[in-house]
Structures are given as C-alpha cells and as structure tokens.
C-alpha cells in the first residue's frame, strides 16, 4: 500500500520529536508507547495487528503491547478461558499481561502462576476500571482509596513476579476531585518496587467524557522521581503523544481509543517519535486490507472462522469511520458470516476512494458523560478497609472474570 510508505502531505514534526526510549524494568522499549488494555479489543489477533504497523518505524515493535484485563480469581480459580487470554503469540515479545484482584494473596498466588507456566514478561495491576459493577464493590479506579489494600496488593504481585517480571501499575485521579488518590499510589508504587506507574488524566467520576486533564500528569511526574511515569487519555494522534510528553514531562503514553479501528496509528506514532514526519493515509483499499488482515488473524486466533468473524463485527463502524460507506453497506459489513462473504462484500466498496482528512481523525470510541460514582456504603469515609467492606470486596471480581 503506498499510502503505508509515502503520505501525500505529511504534517509539520512537531517540536521536541525524536527518539526515545522506555525502560520497563529489564525491558528497553524502543518507542515509548503503550497499547492499552480494552476489553474485548485487544485480544491477540488486534495486538499483533499494531505490531505490525508499530514495526514500520522501530527498531523492535513499536511500543509496549498489553493483554486484555484478566481477574487473579479466575486464574486461580483455573478458567480455561482465562488462561486463553493470558496466553501470548511466538510473535509477541515482551509478553505482556494485565490482571485486576482486589485480595492480595490472589493476586499474589495468581502472579505465582504465571510465573510457574512462564506466560509474562511483564505484568500490569489495574487500578482505573470506572465500570459501576466493579467499582460498587469496592474494586477498580476506587480501591487505590483504601491505601494500605493498595499497597499490600501491589507489593504482593512485585514479591511474586521477582526482579525478572517488572510490575507496573495503571490508575487514575481519583474517585472525584474531593478524592484524589494519583498521588499517593505513585508513591506507594515507587516505594514497593513497581517498575512504572500510568496516570489516565480523568476520575472515576469523568468516566471518558471531557478533556483528559494532562495537568495530573505532570504533577505526578515531578512527584514520582524513581520510576517511570506514563501518560494516558486523549492520545488521537501521534503529535498529540508528542505535545503530552512535551508538556508532562512523562516517560511514555498509553494509548487506547485513539487505535480503534486505526491500527495503523502505532505506525504513525513509531514514525514521530524516530523524528520522522511520515503518517498512514489509507484510501478505502488500503482500509478494506487491513480489514482483511484484521479478520485473518482472528480466524486464527480463535481456530473458528464463525467466532472470529462476529468478533470483527463491532470493529466495522470504527474502521470505516469517515469514509463514504453508506449506512446500509456497514450493516451489510458487520453481518459477514465468512471470510469469502466478507471478501464479496469489501469488493463493492470503492476501493479507490482516497483518505479523507479530518473525517477520519479526532476523537473516537464512546465518550458518554460524567457519571456519579458508584461505591459501597461509607467507602468514601475513610481510607482505611473496614471490616464489613473486606468481607465483601471478593465480589469486585464476580462480574468480571475472563472465563
């Protein structure tokens, strides 16, 4: 695809663009990116997807690709599909998983086992689901509130992992702006030996509506000195990773809805930070091939062409977003029942249909609005566990078990 290697008019680099690294414990990563954990999105099929355009630009894989959440209970509790997810490719180096406990010794005991069965290189604790029925329970972006439960969890997954497995830690503000807890995990996660922390600029509260306030960012860079700080929220673009470096201060970003459906934005930010000024422009054709491709590797990974084709469905809308697809064509698209179904169905698209600017770019993914916070009762009265909440707080994990 020549739109891959030579975009027509490529953007001015912005100042400050060149190269540089990210070094997660033993890790060196080339471009400082992190693909962010999204359920049911970032599955192996998609991670290797942005590898690949990551690739284009780097000297290793262009950034830090992260596995889908996984709960330390179902691991431990042994669910096939679990393990599934924890499970990474030949071609995926460093392996990276993400997990979610609330009980210390599980996600001690669970980090144990992805040691014993040697499935990490890396393991990432999250601290920032704003899901109501997680954080209901006590569990999510609400935990890091009860300080000493967050410490002893993440010590746990540091003890257990070793010097080997690095431990990083994703959180965000706080539970609202009369609750903010960014501060004291990033010193909590510097003291008990995490290898990074990640700040999402926005509270429980914010949900992903409004602007991510990278100011936090920055204040927790200039707070947290021993380990790195990276950035998270509002990364649609490669300069808007430039500008958050730039103007945080941070040693890397994280990137979530910024690549749905836009895999090739790990080219584009792999590009930028190499100093170079080249940017991914699909037309229609270069779209509906990686559409393809995208559709190729979740056959595989699911061994089930069925399977893998409903899950492409909900990526339709998103890949397409922008350009003239009518909307009785995307119906159409995301009710493909095989690959050769799919291959008709792209074939009537007019695959010469160039890339059509600011269409494609901004924001995307739900936004919503600001929700109120949904926590246990008198959560918010104390930072420290009580005993009523302790002997519930095993239910955080009840809904969101990957098998």
Not at 339 to 354: I, M
């Amino acid at each position: 695809m020549t739109t891959l290697d030579a975009p027509t008019a490529p953007p001015a680099q912005p100042a400050g663009a060149a190269r540089r690294s990210l070094t997660i414990g033993p890790h060196t990563i080339d471009t400082p990116v992190v693909l962010a954990p999204m359920a049911g999105i970032t599955n192996m099929a998609f991670r290797l997807l942005c590898r690949e355009f990551g690739a284009m630009h780097s000297d290793d894989d262009g950034g830090l690709f992260v596995g889908e959440m996984v709960t330390t209970r179902a691991l431990v509790e042994d669910h096939k599909e679990s393990w599934r997810m924890v499970t990474m490719g030949e071609r995926e180096t460093p392996r990276s998983v993400q997990l979610y406990g609330v009980d210390p010794a599980t996600v001690r005991r669970a980090v144990e086992m992805i040691r014993e069965r040697d499935l990490a290189d890396h393991i990432d604790l999250n601290f920032g689901c704003p899901v109501p029925k997680v954080t209901r329970r006590g569990g999510g972006g609400v935990l890091p509130w009860k300080s000493e439960l967050f410490t002893r969890i993440v010590r746990a997954a540091v003890e257990a992992a070793g010097p080997e497995v690095p431990v990083t830690v994703k959180t965000r503000i706080g539970i609202d702006d009369e609750h903010q807890t960014f501060a004291d995990a990033g010193l909590i996660a510097q003291e008990v030996g995490a290898a990074a922390i990640a700040l999402h600029g926005r509270t429980v509260v914010q949900h992903y509506s409004g602007t991510a306030r990278w100011e936090k960012i920055t204040e927790l860079k200039e707070l947290v000195t021993g380990i790195p700080v990276l950035g998270n929220g509002d990364i649609w673009s490669a300069e808007d990773a430039i500008s958050m470096m730039d103007q945080t201060g941070c040693d890397g970003v994280v990137v979530g809805r910024g690549c749905q459906g836009r895999p090739w934005l790990f080219a584009d930010l792999a590009a930028a930070f190499a100093g170079k000024p080249d940017r991914v422009q699909p037309t229609m054709g270069d779209v509906a091939t990686i559409l393809r491709r995208h559709a190729e590797l979740l056959v595989e990974f699911y061994e089930d062409e069925g399977r893998g084709l409903r899950d492409l469905r909900k990526h339709v809308a998103w890949y397409f977003k922008g350009y003239p697809v009518g909307g009785e064509m995307r119906h159409r698209l995301a009710t493909m029942e095989s690959l050769a179904d799919l291959d008709a169905k792209l074939a009537e698209l007019d695959l010469s249909s160039p890339y059509p600017g600011a269409a494609v770019e901004g924001p995307r993914g739900r936004a919503g609005t600001p929700k109120k916070a949904v926590v246990p009762e008198g959560w918010m009265t104390s930072r420290e566990l009580s005993a009523d909440h302790a002997a519930r707080l095993h239910e955080a994990e009840l809904d969101t078990s990957g098998g």
